[in-house]
């Protein structure tokens, strides 16, 4: 049985930002553009980055001449995100299951899946709440996942990652709820070492749907690539929705 808490450890240890080195900035910062291109919000929106890592979506939303807010659990990524912080752009380690600014923010971001982490649905009930009560009447949710089916049918089941004299090997499989990711690692000579069994909740637009609705959002609209291209359930790489906060 993998830690049920293996995000909190894993976010925080050097071979994290190692292994996800080569993450694309630019096709990152092209989301948020084409995203922003799409919402048009108002000048000096407050904007919500749940899950911010090292601020990099963050700071382009900063960019662009909003007030953002960025919330990271680990306490690693938010001090590395801190060196971007000036007038309208902060970060807080804050645990996304846990209240938060309440009826601040025009829009919430979630990005790259950096959601479905946890081991039971009330907690990821509670992350939604949260997201949920931190926005204005009206405002909006965005969320970047994967696309289960997708995933499901192209699951690339072993893979091989270099880092300078470090080797990672890579193990993906999947049941009924989960994918998961087993992670080892080499250095030089040494001898192969487990460092973490990453996994993720087999989410559909269905189940959001209902998880959002609980909360008080309502699904506006669903794109299924980073050109918000439309959702297909079987073809899309993506799952992005925009939400609404309504009736609360």
């Not at 989301?31 to 911010?52: E, G, K, Q, Y």
Request: aromatic content about 16%; proline content about 3%; some cysteine.
């Amino acid at each position: 049985m993998p830690n049920s808490n293996w995000y909190i450890d894993w976010f925080d240890s050097p071979y994290y930002d190692q292994l996800y080195k080569n993450r694309d900035d630019a096709e990152a910062f092209s989301l948020i553009d084409t995203v922003i291109n799409h919402l048009m919000p108002p000048a000096n929106s407050r904007v919500l980055d749940v899950a911010c890592g090292k601020g990099r979506h963050s700071k382009a939303l900063a960019d662009k001449g909003f007030d953002v807010t960025g919330i990271d659990i680990s306490f690693e990524q938010v001090m590395a995100a801190s060196l971007l912080q000036k007038e309208y752009l902060r970060f807080y380690q804050h645990d996304m299951r846990l209240p938060f600014w309440i009826n601040y923010y025009d829009y919430a971001f979630n990005m790259f899946t950096s959601f479905g982490y946890f081991r039971t649905q009330r907690e990821h009930d509670n992350a939604i709440r949260t997201i949920a009560t931190s926005l204005k009447p009206n405002g909006l949710f965005v969320m970047d996942y994967l696309n289960v089916h997708f995933e499901e049918a192209n699951l690339l089941k072993a893979e091989v990652k270099q880092h300078n004299d470090t080797t990672f090997y890579l193990a993906k499989w999947h049941d009924d709820d989960f994918f998961y990711k087993q992670i080892q690692v080499q250095e030089k000579l040494m001898a192969l070492k487990h460092l973490y069994t990453e996994r993720v909740a087999k989410f559909t637009l269905g189940i959001f749907t209902e998880m959002f609705a609980y909360q008080g959002l309502q699904i506006k609209e669903v794109f299924g690539d980073y050109m918000l291209g439309h959702y297909d359930i079987n073809k899309s790489p993506r799952l992005i929705m925009i939400a609404k906060k309504v009736g609360f």
